[in-house]
């Protein structure tokens, strides 16, 4: 049978107990179906550098800027978004011409250190950041650099919240090939840990959960690219207007090397939060991994930089460059509200305090003190003798 890229998006809808956070199902009719939790697709996207929107809507792709919420209730998401078979969706790249790692610096030792944030949105709402820094190794190499991403995000159901917090740390050479890598997930209550290291020719990956271990090998061409591959080949040399290019870059959300088409159109106004609009070249990005594809569109600026994304496939995401005051501020309304909602449960009873007891003996001369000591007080009186009592 031939190979189809016919895309089918559909939603499914938690029922009796299941886990989900409501799945999204990407399906090609020659391999099995592959389904993933919400949650577990938000931080698919986020790892391939993706972000926003189903085909064009009237909410978010080229239209009104998101709204300013600062979560997103997922009901509202599963009422409003529909099955969807998409026809149109481009083919895996056919031409064998690629756009390799290992040629030279996709970065200048001295733009380091490079640091960017992004605010994630779901449906038009806020759900989270992410931050980027890329510097100088501090092996003292200067043909490696280190990459940490840092993916906070916030969903909520049925008034529930749920937060993903996703840690990536990566050694690369400053050409864009990956050396090795460390990326830390933390959902739910459930912790995953996978590293990967470049060793000849194949790439040796663990990945470690509460309860397993898993590892795995993978084979590794010399001209793949890194995990800010698309960002590393849009910044290495900026594209042009019509300019198309083909690559093969790593996917650490699903450990697979995933080839990748990126289509640049024609210069164009598009909006932001906050009202602005300025003129950006959109560039289609295609990755097909071994059983689905992943789209989305980029727009970046004169330097390469991609400053907003919408997700073409899968839930709808958008993420714009923000300053990172801005993105600080989110992350702290994320960790207030999280702290506001935390409870401290004391259980058992708290020890009664030892009773204690003062005795003092009063002697007199001439008197008996039984007499004169009060009775009538918190305190007793005891005569041991005509000139002793006890008090």
């Keep these: 049978m ?8 559909l939603w499914h809808h938690p029922k009796n107990g299941d886990a989900g956070y409501g799945a999204a199902t990407v399906n090609t009719p020659t391999r099995a179906m592959k389904t993933f ?4 697709l938000v931080a698919l996207f986020l790892a391939a550098g993706c972000g926003p929107k189903l085909a064009p809507s009237n909410s978010g792709a080229e239209g009104a800027a998101p709204a300013d919420s600062s979560v997103v209730p997922l009901t509202s998401l599963e009422t409003d978004v529909t099955a969807q078979a998409v026809d149109d969706t ?3 790249p056919e031409s064998d011409v690629l756009t390799e790692a290992g040629v030279e610096p996709w970065i200048a030792a001295d733009q380091l ?3 960017t944030w992004y605010i994630q949105y779901l449906s038009g709402s806020r759900i989270g950041f992410s931050h980027i820094v890329v510097s100088q190794s501090a092996l003292g190499d200067n043909d490696q650099i280190r990459i940490n991403r840092t993916d906070s995000i916030q969903l909520v159901r049925d008034g529930k919240k749920s937060q993903i917090e ?3 740390d990566s050694l690369e050479t400053i050409d864009g090939r ?4 460390t990326e830390t997930t933390r959902m739910a209550g459930t912790s995953t840990e996978t590293t990967a290291r470049l060793v000849r020719d194949s790439l040796e990956i663990t990945t470690k959960t509460d309860a397993a271990e898993n590892r795995s090998r993978i084979d590794w061409e010399p001209g793949n690219w890194g995990v800010l591959g698309v960002q590393a080949i ?3 040399n900026p594209m042009e207007a019509d300019e198309e290019r083909n690559a093969k870059i790593f996917l650490q959300r699903m450990n697979q090397v995933v080839r990748v088409k990126l289509t640049a159109g024609q210069p164009e106004v598009t909006s932001f939060p906050g009202g602005t609009a300025p003129t950006l070249l959109p560039v289609d990005v295609v990755m097909m991994t071994e059983d689905s594809g992943l789209r989305s569109r980029n727009w970046v600026n004169e330097e390469g930089v991609i400053v907003k994304t919408i997700t073409l496939s899968g839930p709808p995401m958008s993420t714009f460059l923000v300053p990172q005051e801005q993105a600080e501020r989110m992350d702290a309304e994320i960790k207030l509200a999280s702290l506001k909602q935390s409870v401290v449960d004391f259980q058992g009873t708290l020890a009664e305090p030892p009773r204690t007891q003062a005795v003092y003996l009063v002697d007199a001369s001439k008197v008996d003190p039984y007499s004169f000591c009060s009775k009538n007080t918190n305190q007793s009186v005891v005569s041991i003798s005509a000139r002793s009592s006890q008090v």
């Design 2 to 9: 031939q190979k189809s890229n016919r895309f089918v998006e």
């Design 37 to 40: 939790a919400l949650p577990s």
């Design 90 to 92: 481009p083919s895996p």
């Design 113 to 115: 250190p490079w640091e």
């Design 166 to 168: 996703v840690a990536l």
């Design 178 to 181: 990956l050396v090795q890598l």
């Design 234 to 236: 849009l910044m290495q």
